[in-house]
C-alpha cells in the first residue's frame, strides 16, 4: 500500500470525520482531478486552462464574458477532454455562490483553484484615481480571490477524500511596483498576505495554498511591454516578454505535486526584463 505521506499530510480522522465516511486526504493522481480557473478566456487563464485540460484535469472555466469560455469548451471537447464553461463575475457573492454550485452539480469536488482574474486601473498618478477605479480593482484583484477561495476552502474541508489546492496568481507588482500602478500594486501584495493566511489555516484540512508571481508573460495586457512603458528612473523602455505557455507549464507543475509538497512562492519572469533592481 502506498505510504499516505506520498499523497498528502498525514492527518488523524476526527470523529466528524468516521461519522460522515470522510477520507483525511485527498489522492494526487491528476487524471480526473478537478480544477477551476478564472479569468479563462484569454491570456494566462486561458494558456494554464488548456494545459490542464491536456494533463487530464476536468476544468472549470470561469469568467465574465460567456462566449470565449464557450468556444474553449468546444475546442476541448473535440478533444476529447471535459471541461465546464461558466459565467461568473468574481466581485459579485451571489455569482461566485452560483459558481460553485455548478461545480458541485458537475463534478461533486474541488481538486485544485487558480485564482487568476484581475484588472488594472488608469496609469495616473494617486491624485487622479477615482475612487470607482480604486475599488473596481480592490473587489477583483482582492475581494474576488477571498470570495472564491472562501467557497472553495468550504468545499475542499467538507469532501471525500478532503483536501485540494489553491494557487494565487500574485505578479512581479507584488514584490515592485510599476509607476502608477498603486491600486494594482496595493491588492497584489494584499494577495502574498492572504496566500500566507491560507496556507496556515488550510494545514489541518489538507488544503495548501501558494502564489505565482510572473512577470511580463506575452498576453494581450502585458502587449503594451514590446511597444514601451515607463521606468522607474522617469525614461520609457521596451520590455522583453516570455511565450505563456511557460507560466502555463509552471501552474501545472504547482498544481500537479502532491499535498504533502506545496510551491510557496514563484517567481517566473521573462529573464531579462527590469524587476531586479527595479526603481
Not at 48 to 76: C, I, K, N, T
Request: net charge negative.
Amino acid at each position: 500500500m502506498d505510504d499516505p505521506l506520498l499523497y498528502g499530510a498525514r492527518a488523524k480522522k476526527t470523529e466528524q470525520d468516521e461519522q460522515e465516511g470522510r477520507d483525511v486526504v485527498s489522492t494526487d493522481t491528476k487524471e480526473g482531478k478537478v480544477a477551476l480557473v478564472t479569468g479563462a478566456g484569454s491570456g494566462i487563464g486561458r494558456a494554464s486552462a488548456e494545459r490542464l485540460l491536456q494533463h487530464g484535469y476536468r476544468v472549470v472555466l470561469a469568467g465574465r464574458r460567456q462566449a470565449p469560455l464557450d468556444a474553449l469548451a468546444e475546442a476541448a471537447a473535440q478533444r476529447g477532454e471535459d471541461a465546464l464553461a461558466v459565467s461568473c463575475d468574481v466581485t459579485d457573492e451571489a455569482s461566485v455562490a452560483a459558481l460553485f454550485d455548478a461545480i458541485r452539480a458537475r463534478y461533486g469536488r474541488l481538486d485544485v483553484l487558480f485564482n487568476n482574474a484581475g484588472r488594472n486601473a488608469p496609469p495616473v498618478d494617486i491624485d487622479e484615481i477615482s475612487l470607482d477605479d480604486w475599488r473596481s480593482v480592490v473587489d477583483t484583484n482582492l475581494t474576488g480571490v477571498f470570495l472564491c477561495t472562501r467557497a472553495a476552502f468550504g468545499m475542499m474541508k467538507t469532501q471525500s477524500p478532503r483536501g485540494g489546492r489553491i494557487i494565487n496568481n500574485g505578479s512581479i507588482s507584488a514584490h515592485a511596483p510599476r509607476p502608477w500602478s498603486i491600486a494594482y500594486t496595493a491588492t497584489k501584495h494584499a494577495i502574498t498576505g492572504l496566500t500566507k493566511s491560507v496556507s496556515l489555516d488550510g494545514r489541518r484540512h489538507d488544503i495548501v495554498c501558494g502564489q505565482i508571481d510572473i512577470g511580463n508573460a506575452a498576453t494581450e495586457m502585458a502587449a503594451r511591454m514590446a511597444r514601451g512603458v515607463p521606468q522607474a528612473n522617469g525614461e520609457t523602455a521596451i520590455e522583453p516578454l516570455m511565450d505563456v505557455g511557460l507560466v502555463a507549464d509552471a501552474v501545472l507543475h504547482m498544481a500537479s505535486l502532491p499535498l504533502a509538497a506545496n510551491v510557496q512562492f514563484m517567481t517566473i519572469m521573462a529573464s531579462k526584463m527590469p524587476f531586479v533592481g527595479r526603481g
